[in-house]
């Protein structure tokens, strides 16, 4: 089977590049991690203590290196949008428009939406940053990016987007754009973070989504009504600046939309 998405003659690069010397598949960091070892090999009693401290580096690395970042905005999205799609462009204006409001643009540092947002940085003068990962593949950091962290561990990254962020802004993108999506409202609805806006960029595509949820989570009484409030979805790079900015200065204006998240949550446990 073959992937549509890859040039010509690409997939044998891809192939040697997630191999070491032995012709065996080079494990990532999270893939050790994450992996279950045979009882018989007891190598695990002497690496993992020891992969702790590699993730703790991982976690001192990024808070010093973001600890002065500031008022800061997340783009997330597709690595596969190209330069001539028309979400690459809303991105790049709205990591201007965001840099021109005072906020450093976080991105994963790869293509696609990410470029994208890192560039809008650089036009505006911004702090453009971007979050680099370690996969079976490489992933290069985008030119737009002026500081670049690596890391190892998704969980490790996702910490420092969610962290040094006042508010996220989701443009189209594949399982890991979405993973972002759900966890912030995890986050939110259980009060694990405040006054976080979260913008859905591109209504045509999220649409669906968002009426699955509401015809179905919804309806089903999975979630409530209030839950969706937590979100605004746009197609406008103003208009998702504009919420992003009132939600950062006007603290009371967002929390009782957060807030009735949060006492549906505690209703259903039947907490006060």
Same mark, same amino acid.
């Given at each position: !089977? ?8 690409? &997939? ?18 999270? #893939? ?11 190598? =695990?009693?002497?690496?993992?203590? %020891?992969?702790? +401290? ?14 002065? +970042? ?12 190209? &330069? ?18 005072? =906020?450093s643009i976080i991105t994963g540092g790869g293509p696609g939406i990410m470029e994208a947002g890192n560039r809008g940085a650089r036009e505006a003068g911004a702090r453009s940053i971007g979050l680099n990962i370690e996969l079976p593949f490489e992933q290069s950091t ?7 962290? #690596? ?33 912030? +409202? ?6 694990? !973070?405040?006054? =976080? ?6 209504? *045509?595509? %999220?649409?669906?989504?968002? *009426?699955?949820?509401?015809?179905? !989570?919804?309806? *089903? /009484?999975?979630? &409530? ?5 937590? +979100?605004? !979805?746009?197609? &406008?790079?103003? @208009? ?9 200065? @006007? ?6 939309? *957060?807030? /009735? ?7 259903? %446990?039947?907490?006060?």
């Open positions: !089977m073959t992937n549509s998405n890859i040039p010509n003659g690409s &997939s044998k690069a891809i192939e040697k590049k997630t191999h070491n010397g032995s012709g065996r598949r080079r494990k990532t960091a999270d #893939e050790h991690l994450l992996s279950t070892v045979p009882a018989r090999e007891l190598e =695990f009693l002497h690496s993992d203590p %020891w992969r702790v +401290l590699r993730i703790m580096g991982e976690f001192v690395s990024g808070f010093d290196s973001l600890a002065d +970042l500031g008022p800061a905005v997340t783009i997330f999205g597709s690595a596969r949008t190209k &330069s001539d799609d028309p979400m690459y462009a809303a991105a790049v204006e709205l990591g201007r428009r965001l840099g021109h409001a005072g =906020f985008n030119p737009y990016v002026d500081e670049s962290i #690596e890391f190892h561990y998704f969980f490790a990254r996702k910490t420092m987007f969610l962290k040094y962020a006042l508010g996220y802004v989701i443009f189209p993108g594949g399982f890991g754009t979405m993973d972002e999506f759900f966890e912030s +409202l995890t986050l939110i609805q259980t009060g694990k !973070m405040r006054n =976080f806006p979260v913008v859905l960029f591109g209504t *045509e595509f %999220w649409g669906g989504l968002i *009426e699955w949820i509401r015809n179905k !989570m919804l309806v *089903e /009484g999975k979630i &409530s009504k209030s839950d969706l409030d937590l +979100l605004l !979805m746009t197609d &406008s790079a103003e @208009e998702a600046c504009s919420f992003i900015v009132r939600a950062t200065n @006007e603290e009371n204006w967002r929390a009782p939309m *957060e807030e /009735g998240s949060r006492q549906s949550m505690r209703d259903v %446990w039947g907490r006060k």
